[in-house]
């Protein structure tokens, strides 16, 4: 199902034709303001193209790896004294809330590998909220089968950027994102300064992250270096206007060409029961996140983000684009991405060997 290159035959006209329809797609979605927009519109229309044409927008590795670094870069602006302070404070309501979304999205998969006749394994992946391209990677190693893992994640994720940006605009957007401009970091930088100390961040942080295997290691490499610089009144976290809606063009341009008609059609006897158990899945971290917001009295907005499940790149990208506590959703969101990496691996080979 996973395509990362053209099928024969798929004239490279049309290609062209569909990559610069994803182009404007993210324009108009930047233009309108809806949080994260360039990441929708270019979603949105990777999606049609792929399931109505089965043209698929090739979105080279490298230049993933470079949008997930520059989105990485950006979230480092985020951590402000007062948010680490803000932080510190919630840690453990915050702690709680990363293995409870991890135990909905088991809960879940265990739910609808009995109702729907999928191997446990296959489904525990399948709905792992951790990075979708990491899960398809361990369904081969564990022996799940691949093809539907690749389509519970995929469409897990297109689920959740969905509603992720129907909150976000619903609860109202602000007209730019909460990255930095120049002006705002320490020591008043100059521009060439400031941009060429993100972009070495993002550099050494995605080639760090990536060589270390970490999930999303091009997105979670840069947020590693770059955080505790800022707490060094190290200016991170600016670029130069364009940098980020070309990233999250492709970060959602990628996630559209997932999908294909041919196997969406072969596996619809579970595809339905897929979508249902991702809308159970969102809708299960709502109520956590309703729970987190009643109990502690962060803003409903903030807990909804942080424990969205996944992807942390693409639910991140969104939050930039509201008025959410960014400190507390990255907290949780790279907290339960690390521990999804650690756990998951050993609790699937315990779960296989029972069975």
């Known amino acids: ?142 022996g799940a089968d691949s093809r539907l893992v690749t389509l519970f994640q995929y469409l897990r994720l297109g689920v959740v950027i969905l509603v992720a940006a129907a909150v976000g605009r619903w609860t109202g957007s602000v007209p730019d994102t909460q990255v930095a401009t120049v002006a705002a970091l320490p020591g008043a930088p100059s521009p060439v300064m400031a941009w060429g100390v993100t972009a070495l961040v993002a550099l050494i942080g995605g080639a760090m992250g990536t060589w270390l295997k970490l999930p999303a290691g091009g997105f979670l490499g840069p947020m590693l270096l770059g955080i505790p610089l800022t707490a060094l009144d190290v200016p991170v976290g600016a670029w130069p206007p364009g940098v980020l809606p070309v990233a999250l063009w492709a970060l959602g341009t990628r996630v559209g060409s997932h999908f294909d008609e041919a196997a969406v059609h072969e596996l619809k006897r579970v595809a339905l029961g897929a979508l249902v158990a991702a809308v159970a899945m969102v809708a299960g971290c709502l109520l956590l996140a309703w729970l987190w917001s009643s109990v502690s009295g962060v803003d409903l907005l903030t807990t909804y983000f942080a424990t969205s499940p996944g992807g942390a790149d693409s639910v991140l990208a969104i939050a930039l684009g509201t008025h959410a506590t960014l400190s507390l959703v990255v907290a949780v969101q790279v907290g339960r991405l690390l521990l999804v990496f650690l756990v998951a691996p050993v609790f699937i080979r315990r779960l296989a060997a029972r069975r």
């Open 1 to 142: 199902m996973e395509k990362d290159s053209r099928p024969e035959g798929q004239s490279r006209s049309r290609v062209w034709s569909v990559t610069v329809a994803t182009l404007l797609g993210a324009a108009l979605g930047e233009w309108t303001h809806v949080p994260a927009g360039a990441l929708l519109g270019g979603m949105l229309v990777s999606l049609v193209a792929a399931l109505s044409l089965s043209v698929h927008v090739p979105v080279p590795r490298p230049l993933l790896l470079g949008a997930q670094a520059v989105l990485g870069a950006a979230l480092c602006s985020s951590f402000k004294p007062a948010a680490w302070s803000a932080l510190a404070e919630n840690w453990p309501v915050a702690l709680v809330n990363v293995v409870g979304v991890v135990a909905i999205g088991q809960g879940v998969a265990l739910v609808f590998a009995r109702l729907g006749g999928v191997d446990v394994r296959t489904a525990t992946i399948g709905l792992m909220p951790g990075g979708a391209s990491a899960m398809v990677a361990l369904s081969e190693e564990l």
